[in-house]
C-alpha cells in the first residue's frame, strides 16, 4: 500500500513539473515577444541602417513607385532620403511652422500646388508626385541633397545630405540591387494575411503591367526575375508585419519570420512566394 501510495505521489509530482516546465517555457516565451523590439534592417558590407517596420513599408512603397515609372535606383535613393528627412519615413498628416499645410511623406503643400491633401496624403500619389518633379531635371549628375532640394525648395537646403546613407542603402535593397539585404526582427503575427490585399498594393506600387501575381491559398505567387524579383521579395519583408507574412522565397533564399533572416531553400525558378499566417500568433 505504501509503495503504491510513494508511486502515485511521484507520478503526480511529476505532473506537476512537466506542467511548471511547460508554464515556464511559454511564459518565456510571451516575455521574450513582449520584450522584442520589431525592425527592419539593411546591411551592406560593414554598414547597418535600421528602420521601424512602418517606416520600412513606406521606403519599399517609394522604391516600388520609382520601378513603376521606369527611374534608375538613385532616384528611388533621392526619394528615401528627402522622406526621411521631411517626415522619418511616416504618412503624416500635419506640418510645421515653416509650412503649417504641408502634409504626408514628403511634406508637401497643396497651398503650392502639389495636389489636394487627399491626393496628398495617398503615399502612392505623394511619390509619384515627388518623382514627376524629379525627372525634370538631371538628377542623375546632380548629389542626393542637391536633387532633392531641386524638389522640396526647403528651407533646409543641405539636410537632405544626413540621410544618403540609408536612403541609398535602402533603395539598393528594394529595388533588388542587392539580394536579401533586407531583413526584418517580428513578432508573431496579431491577425490572418490577406493575399487580394497583397496583390492589390503590389499592382498600386509597382504598376499592374509590372506584376504578374495570383492568390494560391494563403500563397501570393509572382512571376518575377533578377532585380524585379528580388524588389518585390525584400518589399514583401519590408511590408511583413502589415501583411502578416511568415515567409518569403526566391532564388534559392526564403526569409522566414521564425527564423528571423534569411536561409537556404528550394524555390521555383522566376517566381516569388509570399506566405501569408493563416490565423493570428503564426511566425
Known amino acids: 500500500m505504501k509503495r503504491r501510495t510513494r508511486a502515485a505521489t511521484a507520478i503526480v509530482l511529476s505532473a506537476g513539473i512537466i506542467a511548471g516546465g511547460i508554464w515556464a517555457a511559454s511564459s518565456f516565451l510571451e516575455q521574450q515577444q513582449t520584450l522584442l523590439m520589431e525592425r527592419c534592417t539593411v546591411a551592406i558590407g560593414p554598414d547597418e541602417h535600421r528602420l521601424d ?16 515609372r521606369g527611374l534608375q535606383a538613385r532616384a528611388a535613393t533621392i526619394g528615401i532620403a528627402t522622406a526621411v528627412q521631411e517626415s522619418k519615413l511616416r504618412n503624416i498628416d500635419y506640418g510645421d511652422d515653416a ?17 489636394t491633401e487627399a491626393q496628398i496624403m495617398n503615399p502612392v500619389y505623394a511619390a509619384n508626385r515627388f518623382y514627376q518633379e524629379l525627372e ?16 522640396q525648395r526647403s528651407a533646409y537646403p543641405r539636410a537632405y545630405a544626413d540621410h544618403e546613407p540609408e536612403g541609398r542603402a535602402y ?37 499592374s503591367q509590372n506584376i504578374n501575381a495570383e ?8 512571376r518575377a526575375s533578377n532585380n524585379l524579383g528580388w524588389s518585390v521579395a525584400q518589399w514583401a519583408v519590408a511590408n511583413a508585419k502589415a ?8 532564388a534559392g533564399l526564403q526569409w522566414d519570420r521564425r527564423a528571423q533572416g534569411w536561409r537556404n531553400a528550394n524555390t521555383d525558378s522566376g517566381v516569388v512566394v509570399i506566405t501569408l499566417a493563416r490565423s493570428n500568433g503564426e511566425g
Open 171 to 207: 533603395a539598393s535593397a528594394l529595388t533588388g540591387n542587392s539580394p536579401a539585404a533586407l531583413n526584418c526582427i517580428l513578432k508573431r503575427t496579431e491577425t490572418a494575411g490577406d493575399p487580394q490585399k497583397v496583390i492589390k498594393n503590389l499592382e498600386e506600387q509597382y504598376g
Open 243 to 250: 501583411d502578416s507574412t511568415i515567409t518569403v522565397s526566391n
Open 136 to 151: 525634370k531635371f538631371d538628377y542623375m549628375s546632380m548629389d542626393v541633397t542637391e536633387a532633392a532640394q531641386k524638389v
Open 99 to 115: 509650412g503649417p499645410d504641408s502634409r504626408g511623406l514628403f511634406q508637401q503643400r497643396p497651398s503650392q500646388g502639389w495636389g
Open 53 to 68: 517596420p512602418e517606416q520600412s513599408s513606406n521606403a519599399a512603397l517609394i522604391a516600388a513607385v520609382s520601378i513603376d
Open 215 to 222: 492568390a494560391l491559398g494563403n500563397e501570393v505567387h509572382v
